[in-house]
């Protein structure tokens, strides 16, 4: 599946939720549902800054394909992370540089875009599209 | 006895909804909100006498100037300074801190000391460290107990002669503690230093009167006191004022320039450089004005009740630990729920129109001493209500859930 197409699937999913309780319970469970990362992978290196919560993102290559783990120590913090990387992992690093994300938009979770979000989930992208250009750098 | 359901007609923003919820603003630590009196006062001074102060000949100019020199006045009187030259108008606490500590930079010298509290917020802190820095003087911590109050005898054991300034809170802003500041200035000038206490989280609540402390500098800010964010004060006395050269140059500050010398202005222009925030000046006072109506003592009592009703419902709820349990505190309430991320908790209290503060409150060395990320903070003023706490204690009880 290309980026846009998860991206899809994840809107189609959001869109079956009425209201703001279903949507965070869906992320609650998903944070939950994110396999755990490797302990060796959680440190002070791999954390994400800007984020009020801890979060923590290792990336690996295969195959010219980018794959990512994360973790973090809240909750709601971890289903977010654990979307964006369902929507990146298992890609090209040049599709995860080009990638727009207005998806975020579409699944009523526009509010933790703003810079002022302690949560961070500029940050997020910001992080992941990071370790696609030093992959892709490492193609060229 | 304060009337809270008259006083809640006063804060226009009480009324607004928050994601379709009516809001519950319990994040009154980091800015209490604005009453239509002191709304009025910012909307008459631009709409009718907006002018630059102590210069013009013209109208408009004194009768701004009047207005800025009576709310002076007026801060004068709520703190009972001695002299209305001893109330120097800042941008808020931390520009009052930072114009102290630069200050003593020429005061202090190698060997020196300066003690601070572990209760400091960070901007309580960092310009401490940067004076260190500055003038090879070393920094002292009064170290703190497992129920968020300093240890006095560990303060004591710090004091020597060669400790110069002494800086505490009055109230901590993580915990809440009220800091027993009377006693700590009577021993820090029993050795011959200065005492600056940060009045930033206790003059929403209680009346502070400088001269009785017979403390040598207070700050505070007034977005705290139902005032406008981006003004403040520094209260020093007029000796201590007088040895602390001028912190910013520019004009309002200056006697006489030529390009051989300047001199400086007397007391208080010599820290006012610049056009101050004349109508944020303006309104500080209108503020105090506001909250010295309902007075002072009826506050305390209320939101004491608050504070009371707050912790007593709070503990029912299993799992819960409260962080900050000193006898002296005021209405502020620090906690976390099991092992659930603070952050998580106020992002679903957002969603149903509760604003609380997460995070550290910027005091990691607090955060450190507990061992924890952060707490979730709930700080009550007295346009508060035990209905509204109600309808938070349902809410985070939902929020577990989800969380759970």
Known sequence: ?140 | MLDVQKIRKDFPILNRKVNGKQLIYFDNAATSQTPQQVIDVIVDYYSNYNANIHRGVHSLSQEATDAYEQARLKIQKHFNAKNSHEIIFTSGTTHSINLVANGFSSLLKKGDEIIVSALEHHSNIVPWQMLCERTGASLKVIPMNENGELILSEYEALLNKNTKLVFVNHISNALGTINPIEYIIEKAHAVGAAVLVDGAQSCPHLKPDVQALDVDFYVCSAHKICGPTGVGMLYGKEEWLNKLPPYQGGGEMIAEVSFEKTTYAGLPHKFEAGTPNICGGIAFGAALDYMNAIGFENIAEYENELLEYGTAELQKIEGLKIYGTAKEKTSVISFNVGSIHPYDIGTILDKMGIAVRTGHHCAQPIMDFYKIPGTIRASFMFYNTKEEIDAFITALKKAIMMLS
């Open chain 1, 1 to 140: 599946m290309t980026i846009e197409d998860v991206q899809n699937e994840i809107i189609d999913e959001f869109a079956m939720f009425e209201d703001w309780e279903e949507r965070y319970q869906y992320m609650i469970d998903l944070g939950k549902d994110l396999p755990i990362i490797d302990e060796k992978y959680k440190t002070e290196d791999n954390i994400i800054k800007g984020c009020q919560s801890k979060v923590w993102v290792h990336a690996n290559m295969e195959d010219d394909k980018v794959n990512f783990t994360a973790d973090s120590d809240a909750i709601i913090t971890k289903g977010i992370i654990a979307i964006l990387i369902r929507v990146f992992s298992n890609q090209h690093p040049k599709d995860i540089l080009e990638a727009n994300t207005d998806f975020i938009d579409k699944i009523g979770l526009k509010e933790h875009l703003s810079p002022t979000r302690a949560n961070g989930l500029v940050s997020m992208i910001k992080q992941l599209k990071l370790y696609a250009i030093a992959y892709q750098t490492q193609l060229n």
